[in-house]
Nanobody, 114 residues
Framework: QVQFVESGGGLVQPGDSLRLSCVVRGTAISLVFMAWYRQAPGKQRELVAEIGNDGRTNYAETVKGRFTISRDNAENAVNLQMNNLKSEDTAVYYC????????WGRGTQVTVSS
């Protein structure tokens, strides 16, 4: 069974940086697309960034230029470097294959507040 274990969240101030990590169990990430999503309080879950097995990336307009998704095939992990964080980035962040049928992990909470 495929599992996604997210970590790295925390409470930071506007303008700070965080690096999220997602360890994937049960499949080799080098073979698949991977994505980061987030869900803010009272809002629907949204796609933040995705990376293909060829390294191509795609970002939501709201994070473009501030967030960077990368993969570590040796660790079977997908990372999300988040710079210049804003209060509107506050959410629970999840990683997953961007296709139906895979379970969501527990996510990691990111809170940006002064």
């Amino acid at each position: 069974q495929v599992q996604f274990v997210e970590s790295g969240g925390g409470l930071v101030q506007p303008g700070d940086s965080l690096r999220l990590s997602c360890v994937v169990r049960g499949t080799a990430i080098s073979l698949v697309f991977m994505a980061w999503y987030r869900q803010a309080p009272g809002k629907q879950r949204e796609l933040v960034a995705e990376i293909g097995n060829d390294g191509r990336t795609n970002y939501a307009e709201t994070v473009k230029g501030r967030f960077t998704i990368s993969r570590d095939n040796a660790e079977n992990a997908v990372n999300l470097q988040m710079n210049n964080l804003k209060s509107e980035d506050t959410a629970v962040y999840y990683c997953k294959l961007p296709v139906p049928g895979y379970p969501w992990g527990r996510g990691t909470q990111v809170t940006v507040s002064s």
